[in-house]
């Protein structure tokens, strides 16, 4: 169930190069939105703009309840509304944790009042996140949960999650898991190579993240239960999702935008912003991610926003927390990044963005389409622009591109048929 807060249905006309990479559609036209809806499909003139299914982000922590400071319903929504996002899903590592219906249920009547765009929620899969008891998944579904997830921390028990997989049989719904071995990663900061040694930080092995992959695939290939697999960054990560969607094993992967255009070399700047988990990784892990989502074996892109409180990153390297901020950059830098030097195309990006998300969690898939629910958004590929701290809407500003120059720009976003951004 994806819910905000109610307001009246738009009608409105766009113009500009129309991309839907997964109806065929490359044209200039004209698209009439009369209360909401894709009215008509005219042929246009001007293709100044290009026009595309909004985005669906996957995975976003919007800090509520709890740390309000950081993030809220409404800032967080703003900020994914800038993004060309007409979706987002919510997760549970909260305070507290969404781990119950009643919590649950609260948000869901908080959105209602308060979220601009299309806002779902993730449950936890164990209570308080602690990886021991499961949850009440069927009460959890029933209250509108859109799966389950402990992100932030592994499900770290195999059995556990192997009585995850058969319960959450019962909802229907996937489980999205944080892949780490929480004994390797534990006391790291970085990526176990030649930075972290030489910046002396206690190092985060890519081993930490694939052998966990490789047991949560095992796993659900043995139960024969949908598992997605979050923010993965690491080549043998990769490797073993190739190898188990060769089996026919059901699973889906997303990557985010910082771990397809930053290596660790970043690092180097001791920049908390650029403290993520996992870790940034080397050049081979990089290429790794960009192949596999070129092929679709990643079928989509999350931004993992994570927003911090100025003075919790305002600390040396190694008391920072974990986390950045990504809505409203997201495009823009893997437009920058990627498409431009020609390692990806647009219709990829786009797509990567919008369908592939939607699919993983059984959403509506935005489209270009006469008779559709409009959830459209507006780019401008040639504006240029610097990211800097006064230009979010986000609360929080911990992004790892603050300065730095960007080509291609959101100008207006119409999410569930209502016009919720426009520059």
């Known amino acids: 169930m994806l819910v905000c807060r109610n307001g009246r249905a738009d009608s409105l006309v766009l113009e500009g190069r129309a991309l839907d990479p997964g109806r065929g559609i490359d044209a200039c036209l004209r698209v009439v939105v009369e209360d909401g809806i894709v009215a008509a499909l005219e042929p246009g003139s001007d293709a100044r703009l290009v026009l595309a299914p909004a985005f ?11 740390r309000e400071d950081e993030e809220t319903l409404l800032s967080g929504t703003s900020a994914a509304a800038a993004g060309g996002f007409c979706a987002i899903l919510a997760m549970p590592n909260t305070e507290p944790v969404v781990d119950s219906a009643a919590v649950l249920g609260s948000l869901v009547e908080r ?9 779902g929620f993730l449950a936890a899969i164990t209570k308080g996140q602690r990886g021991e008891e499961l949850t009440e998944m069927a009460e959890l579904a029933a209250a509108g949960a859109l799966g389950f997830t402990d992100d ?3 499900v770290a028990a195999a059995g556990v999650l192997r009585q995850a997989l058969r319960y959450a049989g019962l909802t229907r719904l996937p489980l999205a898991l944080h892949c780490e071995e929480p004994t390797l990663s534990r006391g790291g900061h970085a990526h176990e ?6 910046l002396g930080l206690g190092a985060i092995p890519s081993l930490a993240e694939s052998l966990m992959v490789r047991r949560d695939l095992a796993l659900a290939g043995l139960e024969e239960y949908p598992v997605h697999l979050m923010h993965l960054s690491a080549r043998e990560s990769v490797e073993a999702l190739e190898q188990a969607l060769a089996e026919g094993v059901p699973a889906t992967a997303e990557v985010t935008p910082h771990h397809l255009v930053l290596t660790d070399e970043a690092v180097r700047s001791l920049d908390p912003n650029l403290k993520m988990n996992p870790p940034l990784r080397s050049e081979d892990d990089r290429e790794a991610l960009r192949a596999a989502l070129r092929s679709g074996t990643i079928s989509c892109i999350a931004t993992d926003h994570a927003p911090h409180a100025r003075h919790e990153k305002d600390v040396p390297f190694e008391e920072a927390p974990f986390g950045v901020t990504g809505l409203e950059t997201a495009f823009a830098a893997l437009y920058t990044h990627l498409v431009v030097p020609g390692l990806l195309t647009l219709e990829t990006l786009l797509e990567r963005m919008s369908s592939g998300p939607a699919r993983v969690f059984g959403l509506d898939e935005p489209r270009l389409e006469v008779g559709a629910r409009a959830n459209l958004v507006a780019l401008d590929l040639e504006a240029e622009w610097t990211v ?7 609360r929080s500003a911990n992004s790892w591109l603050l300065g730095r120059r960007l080509r291609g720009r959101v100008v207006r976003t119409i999410a569930d048929g209502r016009e919720v951004f426009a520059e």
């Open 388 to 394: 800097t701290e006064d230009g979010f809407r986000s």
């Open 56 to 66: 669906v982000d996957p995975h976003v922590h919007l800090r509520t309840p709890g």
């Open 111 to 119: 959105a209602r009042d308060e979220a601009l765009v299309p806002t």
């Open 193 to 198: 190579g030649p930075v972290s040694a030489e």
């Open 152 to 154: 932030g921390l592994p």
